[in-house]
């Protein structure tokens, strides 16, 4: 199966999509990685949502990519008498650390490192934001805060600190137990919540110890101030827009979309951009208006891939969700427009063999009319290479690695077949030739620009640059 679009798009599992029956509806729908949420489920459903998504890609003879979402530090407040109370704008409330329930003169914060980090004039955002305090006064195990806005507040909603940084681990002791767990499993891809500092990327990539891709997951400010090392250290960062919004002013979000996406391209990262996309398809079969200019203004940033979370998830039609993702992406790329930011907008290659060849690939296959651009890789770097480019032609990946190519899933324009081996670069001519053919990309006759490194299995070591046309029989390369 070929998808007609570059960009990716990753839908994310729930009640409403775990069975092997809806999850194959939604690859078919385009959906080509699974998002499975640690903030939610059992292990024991991610369980048995892996084995259904890799049922279904034995069924449908192509690889998919599987996302592990770890919850992250979640800072919440304690309990109430009521259940609940009303802060009225004006008036001071306190957080404490006494751990008898609340009621509208204070309640207890259970996070000492909240304590440690304040300040008088830091403001502390409630409830996704919808409730703003700002500190006082404070001590060791108390703070005043006057209320900056109000509102309906219950048990145990969510605290975030805009202007601090926290000195907590992104990885919990339940995201180390989550994340050996679904390594265990075979996933492909773990996202880190609530990254500050590239240390805490550090940390999660010596436990990885390369047995998936690290995505960290940029929502917090503080993780804006280090951006470069944090992108550096990752293998690709998600615009994680629904805490980013509540911690950075709701204006700046559009900006920063764009920021994030053009350093991921430059720095040859991917980068997807996920949160609220199409969120009224939770409920409706019909996105906004808005929520379509939303995705297409992702796509014609050229981020890798698009991410949907409810709707997929627990919404009533995430199918459908999947399917209009799809017809978004689709007819942004074949828009001139789009074809001339992505011509525009290509980073300068770096100075290494490689990125010379990689950068050459797209300037031939382009002036002749390839019909693709073939790369051969075992860790998926030379692919990754040819992806940055943004070519104009197809790109189609050869591995001998499964796994590589359920990683490549996430990467814009990649068509990975795996379980290809060659022998010498004769051999991978041929095979390329014959691939091409078999999944559609080329016809006899069709020219095909083809890279690889020498000698094979070396990892980045893309040296070789070839123009084969694809003999008579659609098998073989000429030169």
């Known amino acids: 199966m070929r998808r007609n679009r570059s960009t990716k798009i990753i839908a994310t599992l729930g009640p409403a999509s775990s069975d092997a029956e809806t999850i194959r509806a939604l690859f078919e729908a385009g959906a080509d990685v699974f998002r499975l949420n640690f903030s939610h489920g059992s292990r024991d459903d991610h369980a048995r949502r892996h084995g259904a998504i890799r049922a279904v890609e034995r069924a449908v003879g192509r690889p998919i990519g599987i996302l592990a979402d770890l919850q992250g530090p979640k800072l919440r407040l304690g309990t109430f008498r009521e259940g609940k109370v009303t802060l009225v704008k004006g008036a001071v409330f306190r957080l404490d650390r006494r751990p008898e329930p609340g009621d509208g003169k ?26 703003r305090l700002r500190v006082e006064n404070l001590a060791a195990d108390w703070m005043d805060t006057r209320v900056l806005a109000g509102g309906a507040l219950s048990d145990r ?94 204006t700046e979000v559009p900006a920063l979309q764009k920021r994030l996406v053009r350093a991921a391209r430059r720095a040859g990262k991917s980068v997807v ?20 200019s939303d995705v297409a203004t992702a796509v014609y940033d050229g981020a890798d891939a698009i991410m949907l979370s409810a709707e997929s998830a627990s919404g ?23 074809r001339g930011i992505m011509d525009a907008e290509h980073a300068n290659p770096e100075a290494t063999a490689a990125d010379a060849i990689t950068a050459a690939a797209r300037q031939v296959a382009e002036t002749i009319n390839a019909a693709a651009i073939v790369t051969y890789t075992t860790s998926g770097s030379t692919a990754i290479r040819a992806a940055r480019e943004r070519p104009g032609v197809n790109i189609l990946c050869l591995t001998p690695a499964i796994q590589t190519a359920r990683r490549l899933a996430l990467t814009w324009g990649i068509h990975c077949v795996p379980n290809v081996d060659v022998t010498n670069f004769g051999d991978m001519v041929d095979k390329a030739c014959r691939v091409a053919c078999e999944h559609g ?39």
């Open 157 to 250: 909603k969510g605290v975030n600190l805009p202007g601090a940084v926290l000195p907590l681990d992104a990885l919990t002791p339940k995201d180390r137990e989550d994340l050996a767990f679904a390594l265990d499993l075979g996933i492909d891809w773990v996202a880190l919540s609530f990254v500050q500092r590239p240390e805490d990327v550090a940390e999660a990539r010596k436990l990885v110890a390369g047995r998936a891709g690290v995505l960290a997951k940029i929502e917090k400010p503080a993780a804006l101030e280090r951006l470069q090392e944090v992108i550096e250290l990752s293998d690709a960062i998600m615009v994680a827009r629904g805490d980013l919004g509540v911690e950075a002013p709701l």
């Open 106 to 131: 204070r309640v207890n914060l259970p996070h000492p490192e909240i304590f440690a980090a304040v300040r008088p004039g830091l403001d502390l955002l409630l409830d996704d934001g919808r409730i």
């Open 273 to 292: 951009v996920a949160t609220q996309m199409l969120e009224s398809m939770v409920q409706s079969p019909q996105p906004t208006r808005a929520e379509v």
């Open 441 to 479: 990309f080329a016809r006899p006759g069709d020219r095909l620009v083809i890279t690889a490194g020498v000698p094979f299995g070396t990892p980045g070591a893309t040296n070789i640059l070839r123009i084969a046309r694809v003999g008579a029989d659609g098998t073989r390369g000429l030169g």
């Open 316 to 338: 009533a039609y995430p199918v459908e969700a999947v399917a209009m993702m799809d017809s978004i992406a689709r007819q942004v790329e074949m828009d001139p427009l789009y």
